[in-house]
């Protein structure tokens, strides 16, 4: 199971935290992913986090964002900064555990300019 939290209101510029509390899998082990879709548009990859910690992310996020993790807690966390109104979009986590897509249930990011 994934919960995801951390999401808001904010103005552009601004920053957010979200994290995605994991449970039921065996955290340490896997790739987390983030994923967000905005209004009337799919659901896009903002970035991943290995078991050793090494990340990647979307262009569109890219030294604006940091992924990380707390495999003490389980959680997954998605540092956003210098947010942008396109940024807006509800924000899900993702594993993929043995072909299996488990997704949370989604945090709503609203940035306003």
């Known amino acids: 199971q994934l919960q995801a939290s951390g999401g808001g209101l904010v103005q552009a510029g601004g920053s957010l935290r979200l994290s995605c509390a994991a449970s039921g899998i065996n955290f340490r082990l896997v790739t987390m992913n983030w994923y967000r879709q905005a209004p009337g548009k799919g659901r896009d990859l903002v970035g991943a986090i290995t078991s050793n910690s090494t990340t990647n992310y979307a262009d569109s996020v890219k030294g604006r964002s940091t992924i990380s993790r707390d495999n003490v807690r389980n959680t997954l966390y998605l540092q956003m900064n210098s947010l942008k109104p396109e940024d807006t979009a509800v924000y899900y986590c993702?594993?993929?555990?043995?072909?299996?897509?488990?997704w949370g249930q989604g945090t709503l990011v609203t940035v306003s300019s």
């Open positions: 993702n594993v993929n555990v043995y072909g299996r897509q488990f």
